[in-house]
């Protein structure tokens, strides 16, 4: 015999404390739809950021209902997990252009990881006894750290806390513990919000909401932005427009247009005076930068051919492998400024030319390098932590076999044949009179937190002044909105590290971001003399603060995820000795 729910309208079945497995369902799964749509909400290119203070509270409901017992906590988390998808294919759409087979599966694995965060809270919950106010930030934070920065070398995207850099004094405890501080102190508020609402615990509620607001102001009042950057410089950056199938499988043709074009931007720069000029990731034409690799292709005399112009008979149909590097030294000595420019960098370059010719090297990497005085400088920063899925495959790079048929089945066309670098190299460069110390995080590193604090941070001493972030956003294509929230990430690094930084990114947004995580000039000059920010070249000029205080994120890094995922993984242990017998996991 059934009767009605006084409280959710739903069926119960014949077993005392159970919802019927299809009112379950559709309740958990428009729970998960609900979650989903109000997080897509609250990041670009929506933007509603406020809607952050509700965007758990679907998931705080969902982990009560199954830790009441209505329904088995693996069961309760799928169908949750599958009302979340949604959303997190929305937020991935721009994956189909690069791995139309690798979309779903990681839409899925995303959505899983909603549901995993939804089940230890459930089971806490249902085990522990203890108050929404306090398992939910517990679980909450474990599982996002587990997922932002443990499992498949961590993919910190999508965050919920992320839409509150866009009010500086909510994001301010990141300078004390990171933004994972902030996502706790956001779980915590949306676990007290629901224990408020539920008659019998509504005194509790009442004073874990007020001690957990409490909190928040007071870690936004001690991790203030006290204004401790010193000196102002003046920055230029060249945003270039080179889609990425471009990018992937260019001709020398083609490279040859876009070097006018990125010549002519670097000259518009140096026209407003900046103490250095900046280009994105990996934007230079050419096999290399790396000096002994350029010594290695003049020696044997290496050239590119490409097919006469009708429209130019004397345009010559050969051009030398070492062009567009010694063509940037000459431009670089007749502006007089210092760039910073995105190239692949090797070791070990090796050129043999025979019958055929033969280029062979020890290791390939991301990287950036200053030129200056018309030579490259001996320091080259060598990306730390490869993108996941996008220039290594975890775990499963270690089997090359494996990753070349997962490649050819699914990403075609891709080599993942980079090398991870090994040092955080600062790059000094000359800024006047005086010289400036950059640390230059490439593309999906700058979401990373603990290789950006290792960059400008060693032993709680400041080794850097200033972030340069170069990246190559074509990847995301036509979706702008994948551009917006890589430079809203990125903003967490300039609040944790107390540190401004300039954005120079192929496709946009290029920005430059103070310390305390504000934007204070985002988007290019255009060629016509317009704006924009996304699917445009241009330049980007303005103002840098340099150097800053010594935070305490820079001295303890991510103590508060890792402490939240130990006490969780003790809970969910020391939970057992209070499960019900006969309760259902």
């Not at 460069?429 to 230059?440: I, L, M, N």
Request: proline share 5%; aromatic share 10%; charged share 20%.
């Amino acid at each position: 015999m059934t009767t009605q729910s006084d409280e959710l309208g739903e069926r119960r079945d014949a077993t005392p404390g159970r919802w019927s497995s299809p009112d379950a369902a559709r309740a958990l799964v428009l729970l998960g739809l609900g979650h989903g749509v109000l997080l897509a909400l609250t990041l670009p290119p929506v933007g509603l950021w406020w809607l952050t203070f509700v965007a758990l509270v679907p998931g705080v409901i969902a982990a009560e209902r199954i830790g009441a017992g209505r329904v088995p906590a693996w069961r309760g988390a799928a169908w949750f997990a599958l009302g979340a998808l949604p959303a997190w294919a929305y937020l991935h759409v721009w994956i189909m252009n690069i791995s139309a087979l690798g979309f779903v599966p990681l839409a899925v694995l995303m959505a899983t990881y909603s549901g995993v965060g939804v089940w230890v809270m459930g089971l806490l919950h249902r085990r522990m006894r203890l108050s929404l106010g306090v398992i939910v930030p517990l679980a909450w934070t474990a599982s996002e750290f587990l997922r932002g920065e443990v499992l498949w070398d961590g993919y910190p995207w999508g965050l919920a806390s992320h839409p509150l850099i866009e009010w500086a004094w909510a994001a301010n405890p990141a300078s004390i513990g990171g933004q994972y501080l902030v996502l706790l102190l956001l779980a915590g508020v949306s676990g007290a919000m629901i224990d408020l609402a539920r008659a019998p615990s509504r005194r509790v509620g009442v004073g874990l909401l007020a001690g957990w607001v409490v909190a928040w102001i007071g870690l936004a009042w001690l991790g203030r932005d006290t204004g401790g950057a010193g000196t102002m410089v003046r920055v230029a950056v060249v945003q270039t427009n080179v889609p990425q199938d471009n990018k992937t499988n260019s001709t020398i043709e083609r490279e040859v247009k876009d070097w006018q074009r990125f010549e002519a931007m670097t000259v518009e720069a140096a026209g407003h005076s900046p103490a250095f000029i900046v280009w994105p990731e990996t934007m230079l034409p050419g096999p290399t930068l790396d000096p002994a690799g350029l010594k290695a292709l003049a020696e044997e005399g290496i050239f590119f051919n490409f097919a006469p112009d009708p429209a130019n008979p004397s345009q010559p149909t050969r051009l030398m492998a070492t062009a567009f590097a010694d063509r940037l030294l000459d431009v670089q000595e007749e502006l007089g400024l210092p760039l910073v420019v995105g190239a692949l960098g090797h070791d070990g370059y090796r050129v043999s030319s025979g019958e055929r010719v033969e280029i062979e090297w020890d290791a390939r990497y991301n990287s950036a390098y200053v030129v200056d005085g018309g030579r490259i400088s001996r320091e080259r920063y060598d990306k730390l932590r490869l993108t996941p899925f996008g220039e290594v495959m975890p775990y499963i790079s270690k089997w090359p076999w494996l990753e070349r048929q997962l490649l050819s089945f699914g990403a075609r066309g891709m080599s993942f044949d980079l090398a991870a670098g090994t040092t955080p190299t600062v790059l000094p460069v000359r800024a006047g009179d005086g010289v400036v110390r950059v640390v230059t995080p490439i593309c999906f590193e700058v979401t990373t937190a603990w290789v950006c604090r290792r960059l400008v941070f060693e032993g709680g001493t400041r080794r850097a002044d200033v972030i340069v972030n170069l990246t190559n956003d074509g990847w995301f294509s036509w979706w702008d909105g994948g551009r917006e929230q890589h430079l809203q990430i990125a903003r967490w690094r300039c609040v944790e590290l107390r540190t401004w930084m300039v954005r120079a990114a192929n496709t946009g947004v290029s920005a430059i971001v103070d310390a305390g995580g504000r934007v204070v000039r985002a988007g290019v000059v255009t060629n016509g003399g317009g704006a924009g920010r996304c699917r445009v070249d241009g330049v980007l000029v303005g103002d840098v603060g340099v150097g800053g205080p010594v935070t305490v994120y820079a001295r303890v890094g991510d103590s508060v995820g890792w402490m939240m995922l130990a006490l969780t993984g003790l809970g969910l242990a020391a939970s057992r000795w209070w499960r019900r017998p006969g309760e259902a996991a």
